[in-house]
């Protein structure tokens, strides 16, 4: 909301800290976020805020140029549109970790052992982010909260991962914190009971900062560990040789106090028995209004096109080609798949990170629900949905939903002192809990921020159901449809227990090879079959006039299936004719593309369509010999030949289906052309360029590694994954 680029980095950076304090490595991110109309016109902007527009905009660089600096792949992109959003804007990262267990060594710290600093400075940035963050916004903020904002600096970061990825040094750490909320007095003032804190030994960006504001600065890209003091030497010297500064700031003391020095005199001494209680114990009354539910049964649209040309359906395909899902090669899902690229994953699945020279075919997937329409109407029911809709996108992924872990993410208004808006974020959670129980899914962690308020316009009740589960990586499945003629089927229950059922009919119709495409249903069945008649233009006629296709089925999963089945119910048929036909109402697959691309066409530049394209008026680079060279494993090697004028067409993508995966730095060799897709070549801005009459300097990317939409380089790194460049 304020600063929006700095905002979004810091976003995704942090989050990479967290799991990076328990030694694991994150490979794979998702970007979830909320606001309003991006379209509106700049006179709508309120007084005070920055427009939708320029903060869906900035936002995305931001977070996308932190991840594709420090690499890590964005498997999974979107974004909600909610006039409440314009309160506040919803941004909200979740990453997938891994770590061997014997790579983690967690002990009690004890007194005489070193608390160690590493990575970034210290500096006057900010300072009061946190809570800066969870506060609700007024007329000045703008001009009065900047600072709070942190500095994100990806390279820095990407050194301490490097460094914890070897197994020597982590276990020399007993406990480790990131530098979030609250700088040194939490990130170090947590690590013991008993710390004697040294604030002149921190490092700083620049002079002039007091013994509080080092005490409280969120400045990034830091690191507390504690080590026993034989073992500082060997910890510092291999951070060191990663070029990471690193020295002692801290010692931990057998008094059960944290006491904080600066300029040789005691700014701070507070007992832990204090600090322990959390401070005063507050009271809030909870009031729940009876709420009218009778919208959520309601058809959303009336006909396809209405459906296709909807912010809520509408594709999301610019902004998410902003981010580079491919970075470690181990992507299993791309985030749109099909021969034309056009099928968004709902899901984002990984590879396990391994080192070079191990094998794994151990994958994650991880899936996400959230509605804010549906929580505006009833929170309770909003929150219930979500987790079944996370955890029905994960079967429809391949995934089995009795090994599925859950996290929520909160985001309400203001809460103040009044009974009726806590009843808000206490229905959701009741919703969650309900269909926790019936499906047998546990929450680990969570966030919640209820600062959503700007003056008298509030965010729409929020809460995220984020769902990760482990499976094979010849287990995955990917949405689009495969073949003309397959039947296509609806697995769903009108209770926890026959919903539980259908998804495990599924499954095992899965792992015997007999689905070839799922959907997990979000805004309709008529949404599910029309992306998945994106990826390969492959059409569908329903043969089912019983259902409404437009109204929502809360943990219901479309599935193309290879045969009949007497095991759900059958909706339709693919077939080869490029229309989708439900009902009476019919339309072409490219008429609907159109339509459903068209609606934020103008927010993000989005990569031109597959297939040949013919680039006019080709420039020479000064001095080059009229080949492009091309780059392999470092060295240049001639290449591909250019003219001056044309220059033939671009090679068109064929992707194939993971089913193989020499761990992170393998070869992810293709099958059949029916599974998981892969990314296209991306032609950044030379087509737009060649049709303006524009100069244009053509470089072709090297031939692609088997099954990749990018150019696999091995790093020159030894503990980190390979990573792929997409071309």
Request: charged share 20%; with cysteine; proline share 6%.
């Amino acid at each position: 909301e304020i600063e929006p680029f700095g905002g979004a980095a810091t976003c995704i950076g942090g989050c990479i800290r967290d799991p990076l304090s328990g030694r694991a490595y994150v490979h794979q991110a998702m970007r979830v976020t909320g606001a309003g109309d991006p379209r509106a016109s700049l006179d709508q902007t309120l007084s005070g805020k920055l427009p939708q527009r320029k903060l869906c905009q900035t936002a995305a660089a931001g977070y996308s140029s932190y991840g594709n600096q420090i690499g890590l792949a964005t498997g999974h992109v979107a974004e909600l549109y909610h006039e409440g959003y314009i309160a506040k804007r919803l941004e909200c990262g979740a990453v997938v970790a891994a770590a061997p267990a014997y790579n983690v060594r967690r002990e009690c710290p004890a007194p005489g052992d070193v608390v160690i600093l590493l990575g970034g400075r210290t500096g006057r940035d900010g300072i009061g982010g946190a809570t800066g963050s969870s506060k609700s916004h007024n007329l000045k903020s703008l001009s009065t909260m900047a600072s709070e904002v942190q500095k994100g600096n990806a390279p820095e970061e990407r050194k301490i991962q490097r460094l914890f990825r070897d197994s020597a040094v982590t276990r020399l750490i007993k406990r480790c914190n990131d530098f979030g909320a609250g700088g040194v007095s939490v990130a170090i003032g947590e690590l013991a009971d008993g710390l004697r804190i040294d604030l002149d030994a921190v490092r700083k960006k620049y002079d002039g900062l007091d013994g509080t504001e080092l005490a409280i600065s969120e400045s990034q890209e830091r690191m507390a560990v504690v080590v026993a003091p034989e073992d500082a030497d060997a910890f510092i010297a291999a951070a060191e040789s990663e070029n990471l500064e690193t020295y002692r700031v801290a010692v931990v003391t057998e008094e059960a106090r944290m006491v904080m020095e600066w300029n040789g005199t005691v700014i701070a001494d507070l007992s832990r028995d204090f600090l322990n209680t959390n401070g005063a114990v507050k009271h809030a009354g909870v009031r729940v209004a009876e709420k009218d539910r009778a919208a959520l049964a309601k058809p959303r649209f009336q006909s396809l096109r209405e459906m296709a040309s909807s912010l809520k359906c509408a594709s999301r395909r610019g902004l998410v080609e902003r981010f580079d899902s491919t970075i470690g090669a181990g992507s299993i899902l791309m985030p749109f798949g099909g021969r034309t690229q056009r099928t968004p994953a709902q899901a984002m699945a990984a590879v396990f990170p391994v080192l070079p020279g191990q094998e794994t075919d151990q994958a994650s997937v991880m899936a996400w629900g959230c509605d804010p329409e549906q929580t505006c109407t009833d929170p309770y029911t909003g929150a219930y949905n979500a987790v079944y809709t996370s955890m029905a996108k994960l079967v429809a992924a391949g995934a089995d939903y009795k090994k599925v872990y859950l996290s929520f993410q909160e985001f309400f208004e203001k809460l103040r002192n009044e009974p009726g808006r806590w009843g808000k974020p206490f229905s959701a959670l009741l919703g969650t809990v309900d269909a926790q129980l019936e499906l047998g899914a546990a929450a680990i962690g969570g966030k919640d921020s209820m600062s959503g308020t700007f003056l008298d316009l509030d965010v729409p009740p929020t809460l995220i159901s984020f769902a990760i589960a482990p499976l094979k990586t010849g287990e995955v499945l990917s949405p689009e449809f495969k073949e003309a003629g397959h039947p296509v089927y609806l697995f769903s229950g009108t209770d926890a227990d026959s919903v539980k059922a259908a998804w495990e009919r599924l499954h095992d119709l899965a792992l015997a090879g007999k689905v070839r495409a799922a959907w997990a249903v979000e805004n309709g069945l008529a949404e599910g079959v029309m992306k998945m008649s994106f990826g390969n233009e492959i059409g569908f006629t329903a043969k089912n006039a019983d259902l409404d296709w437009n109204t929502l089925y809360p943990g219901a999963i479309v599935a193309e299936l290879t045969e009949d089945t007497a095991e759900a119910v059958r909706l339709g048929v693919t077939t080869a004719e490029p229309v989708v036909r439900i009902a009476g109402d019919s339309a072409p697959i490219s008429e609907l593309l159109a339509l459903n691309e068209g609606v934020l066409d103008a927010l993000h530049l989005r990569a031109p369509p597959l297939g040949e394209h013919i680039l006019k008026h080709v420039i020479h680079a000064p001095g080059h010999s009229g080949q492009i060279p091309r780059r392999q494993g470092g060295q240049q090697q001639a290449g591909v030949d250019i003219a001056t004028e044309v220059i033939g067409p671009q090679p068109v993508f064929r992707p194939g289906r993971l089913v193989d995966a020499q761990g992170v730095g393998g070869i992810i060799t293709p099958r059949r052309p029916d599974g998981p897709q892969h990314a296209p070549h991306r032609h950044h801005r030379q087509q737009e360029q060649a049709e303006h009459g524009q100069p244009v300097t053509a470089q072709l990317s090297p031939p692609l590694a088997p099954g990749r939409g990018g150019n696999v380089r091995q790093r020159r790194d030894s503990r980190l994954p390979l990573a792929a460049t997409g071309s």
